[in-house]
């Protein structure tokens, strides 16, 4: 009998797996639809600055072990060992906050991405107080088979749709979560080889954030890779070139303690590109 069970799920769980892929295709196409009324995005320009740092959720974060540790053993010390010790932990906390505020003080960067040539283009611009000046850098992709092209879907939540309804991209329905207090479904999208998990509201077929699995290789206490999970949540959405689009965007890294918030202006939605915006190089200026 548990043989015959056996085997009738196995009959049954290709149908369920496609039923799963279609659910998961038909919310991407109805969210899609929601953002873009029925139009393709063929390329897009993209300025991001940056806002002062966010503290994070305590759901996202990774306990850190040294941390924990020290908490636990915290009611075992005289009074005077445990007030030096909070003393030094919230000025290692201060500190962190502002190697954070330096890092992306003044700091622009532009994303150029020719969807239909599948071209992209990502620019730091960054000042240089020591020499009064604006170091720029920039990175190229698509232009050739040494530059495979590199999606820019985190910060476009509606190219990342536009992904996701193609029959040859792979999809799993995962369920349902509370995001905002509204229920949101998960879906889980492969791009370039990787999983992301996107968030999508019940309601507003507004995709509320995304996550993906990091890998850091280079561990300084540890000798095997330690994992964690980084999310992008998008808020204040607008339209622009008639595309619903966010213009915020706040990355949350479960190993730091404080987020990075971008400002997102987009330049431009279907327009064209200017013509230099894939030339290769970097330097400063």
């Known amino acids: 009998m548990k043989n015959y069970v056996i085997v009738i799920l196995l009959a049954l769980l290709p149908a369920w797996t496609n039923a799963q892929k279609n659910k998961a295709r038909e919310i991407a196409k109805a969210a899609l639809q929601k953002m873009t009324d029925g139009k393709r995005i063929t390329s897009f320009e993209l300025e991001i600055t940056y806002d002062l740092p966010g503290r994070n959720p305590v759901e996202f974060t990774q306990p850190n072990g040294f941390i924990m540790l020290i908490d636990s053993l915290m009611p075992t010390f005289p009074d005077s060992i445990q007030k030096v010790l909070r003393a030094k932990t919230n000025s290692l906390k201060a500190s962190s906050y502002q190697t954070r505020i330096d890092m992306f003080k003044g700091q622009r960067n532009i994303i150029l991405c020719d969807v239909s040539n599948e ?30 092209f590199v999606k820019p879907y985190i910060q476009n939540p509606a190219y990342l749709l536009q992904l996701m309804v193609s029959d040859s991209t792979e999809l799993h329905y995962s369920g349902m979560t509370v995001v905002d207090r509204e229920e949101n479904h998960i879906i889980q999208v492969k791009i370039d080889g990787k999983w992301v998990d996107t968030y999508i509201g019940s309601t507003s077929l507004l995709p509320s954030r995304i996550a993906l699995q990091q890998v850091d290789e280079e561990v300084l206490v540890s000798h095997s890779p330690k994992r964690y999970k980084e999310f992008h949540v998008y808020s204040q959405y607008q339209r622009f070139g008639g595309i619903l689009l966010p213009k915020s ?3 949350i890294s479960s190993r730091t303690y404080f987020t990075i918030r971008q400002r997102l202006n987009w330049v431009s939605v279907n327009a064209p590109l200017r013509d230099d915006a894939f030339k290769t190089g970097s330097g400063s200026k």
């Open 119 to 148: 071209k992209s283009a990502s620019i730091t611009l960054k000042p240089d107080s020591l020499q009064s000046s604006t170091d720029t850098s920039r990175s190229i992709s698509g232009v050739n088979k040494d530059m495979p």
């Open 249 to 251: 965007l706040e990355e």
